[in-house]
């Protein structure tokens, strides 16, 4: 997703309980028109996307309400996280060291 895909930049782990995001008009997109009551698209560039509404904007903080209920979340490219193959999971395995095995209770008694 390209940026040209939403209006303002936020980062979204820092949503709060209430649904509120801050954000700065420096990371509005260019010709982005931010005012109390505009409706927006909120995204991050990795490809997550939300609806949200200027509720406040003091100077060059803006504060977003997000509609959570409507949050895109980017689809997972799993071409950037390839399986291991067996080969590669055996030489991983092969670096670790070996884990002894216990077969009988502390104390050297046998398990009733």
């Given at each position: ?66 509609d959570l209920e409507r949050f895109q979340s980017a689809p997972y ?24 095995v216990i077969t009988e209770p502390p104390g050297g008694r046998p398990?009733?």
């Open positions: 997703m390209s940026d040209d895909d939403y209006d303002v930049w936020v980062e979204f782990n820092d949503v709060n309980a209430d649904g509120t995001v801050v954000t700065y008009l420096d990371a509005a997109q260019p010709g982005t028109a931010v005012a109390v009551g505009v409706t927006l698209t909120a995204g991050d560039g990795e490809g997550n996307r939300c609806p949200a509404v200027v509720i406040d904007v003091d100077g060059a903080r803006v504060v977003l309400q997000l490219d799993w071409a950037d996280d390839p399986a291991l193959t067996p080969d590669e999971v055996r030489a991983r395995l092969a670096g670790l060291p070996e884990v002894p398990a009733p």
